[in-house]
């Protein structure tokens, strides 16, 4: 039998990978993990730990214009420092990555610097050195993809928000995704003048429709400039340093920044997964079974990489999964039907199960319920922010199988509601429910009448 240096490698130190790493090594297996750049990934260095901190950088501005309602005497206008809030959400991430580095060490996971790449089915090279293993696993995460477009280079991806130098004045924004959306909102917030371009007739694509259209009305109250059926042809850099976008109508606009918004790839370029045998899809997405092991059976892949739900807890439990199976002694299988997400707009959403769409075509016969309200916050604070919420429930089994809200904690809300969900709860469970008074969330078990039809 055949001698290996680790029993798993793990290539990539994001959620995904460094979860499976810790865990695999707690189980006594031999572990080593290469990471090219940071520790956290892209959830910690660029995505949802700053994101969500800038998202609560940009609710200060709301705050502030909201208190007076309240009795409170602000200076006008409150002072935003941009460098502040940079440097102040560097020193937080680099802690993180310590946490992480700190995490492995303790578990006796080797580290690796640098970026890995496939020899054969049990052997990867970092830099010039090889290893082998008797399992390896990807988890390389995914990068944002920017389409072909005259003038390419003047533009951003969602990486180099953070740090952007100067603060833009006015940013405008290609996409019509998560992503987009969330920045959007939160430059928005600290002050900019957002305008966002969407291609197609909505934003959200995959998100219930009565959602779509209730945040796209939202964020238009907030100021920022919707754009829909719209597309560039052309960026160019002027003169005094703007920056001018050339639409397909002929008309232009300028920005400071042209942040570009539009989807993710998975991260698998210079891999050398053809060295490996290992199988991709169309888009270089790693194929994988329900199991989470590609074509190569030494081989296995989670998170971004490999997966179509590009959430962060998704590739913590795909990683567990992997782990349990080869080091453990549980063998299960994700069930991904009620998966919870958010999306950290002003106001966020809150999303759990089917949409109405989806469940129409699923289960054929279904009661909405949903209801619309302006919070009662709101009725001193002078603000016109209303609060979505809507239910779809299965006919036949009286079983809520859609939960969507739009509005102040959708997230913090929906969690606690996908585990009644998962567990199988009717609306007859619900409307048996006490609320909490006076909460947003209690709407959520006192809402009686269907909508017609």
Known sequence: MRAFDFDLFVIGGGSGGVRAARMAAQHGARVALAECAELGGTCVNVGCIPKKLYS??????ESFAEA??????IPEPPAFDWQQLKENRAREIKRLNGVYRSMLEGARVQLIQGWAQFVDAHTVRVDDKEFSAKHILIATGGMPFVPEVAGREHIVVSDAMFDLDPFPRRLLVV????????????????????????????????FDEDVRQFLAKEMSGAGIDLRFNTVIDMITRQDDGRLCAMLSRGQRIEADT????????????????EAAGVATGPNGSVVVDAHYRTSVPSIFAVGDVSTQQQLTPVALAEAMVVVDALFGKSRRKLD????????????????????????????????????????????LSGSHERTFMKLIVDQASDRVVGLHMVGADAGEIVQGFAVAMRAGATKADFDSTIGIHPTAAEEFVTMREPMPG
């Open 68 to 73: 007076a309602g309240y009795g409170w005497k």
């Open 175 to 206: 996409g019509g995704g998560y992503i987009a959306c969330e920045m959007a909102s939160i430059f928005n917030g600290l002050g900019a003048e957002v305008t966002l371009l969407q291609r197609t007739a909505h934003i959200l694509n995959g």
């Open 336 to 379: 991904y039907q009620f998966t919870p997400t958010a999306v950290f707009t002003h106001p966020n959403i809150g999303t759990c199960g089917y949409t109405e769409a989806a469940a129409r075509m699923k289960f054929g016969k279904v009661h909405i319920f949903s209801s619309e309200f302006r919070a009662l916050r709101h009725t």
């Open 258 to 273: 042209i942040l570009y918004a539009t989807g993710r790839v998975p991260n698998t370029a210079g891999l050398g997964l």
């Open 56 to 61: 609560y950088a940009a609710g200060y501005a």
